[in-house]
């Protein structure tokens, strides 16, 4: 964060402690990575993708294994078959390979895709819970990770993960 957002913000907390000498300013402070990984949302969304993306890995799997098998066939005749038939066996392992990596590659892309996907989806569950704990509660200002300090007597975290595993 920049020097000027630093400073801005802290303007803007002492103008607002200023203006609410006669109210008290309640203030609240979640932990977004703590939600992020105890919510029940998140093992769901984990299990989610793992079904979703099982077939694939497991195709991999067999490819790995069918590479192994084909390396290790060509290792055992490799002396005792023509210099031709062992150059075509090796360039159809090769292929194989060549084959797999795209396969994994194109995997981790789509995972990450999907990855991505259910966290915004989640962020936004986190946004409504956040916003209905600090409505509900009479709540002035909450912020998120990324303070320097905040007091366990402003930390709301627990709340909201409550309310959102009311799912």
């Known amino acids: 964060m920049s020097n000027f957002l ?15 000498q ?11 990575d703590k939600i992020l990984q105890d919510a029940p949302q998140t093992a769901e969304s984990g299990k989610k993708l793992e079904k979703e993306f099982s077939p694939r890995t497991q195709e991999l799997d067999r490819m790995s294994k069918q590479i192994k098998d084909l390396e290790t ?5 490799g002396l ?3 210099e ?3 150059r075509n066996k090796e360039r159809d392992v090769q292929n194989l390979k060549i084959e797999f990596q795209r396969k994994q590659r194109e995997l981790r892309e789509d995972i990450n895709l999907r990855k991505n996907e259910e966290l915004g989806t989640l962020q936004d569950r986190i ?11 009479g709540y002035d200002l909450v912020v998120y990770s990324g303070v320097a300090y905040a007091s ?11 309310l959102l595993g009311k799912k």
């Open 22 to 32: 006669s109210a008290e300013l309640k203030v609240g402070y979640v932990q977004v």
């Open 152 to 162: 366990k007597k402003i930390d709301i975290t627990d709340k909201v993960l409550k």
């Open 6 to 20: 630093k400073s801005l913000v802290l303007a803007s907390f002492m103008t607002i402690s200023m203006n609410a």
């Open 73 to 77: 066939a060509l290792d055992k005749e």
């Open 84 to 86: 031709t038939e062992r």
């Open 127 to 137: 946004n409504k819970a956040v916003q209905s704990v600090s409505e509900t509660e």
């Open 80 to 82: 005792t078959i023509s």
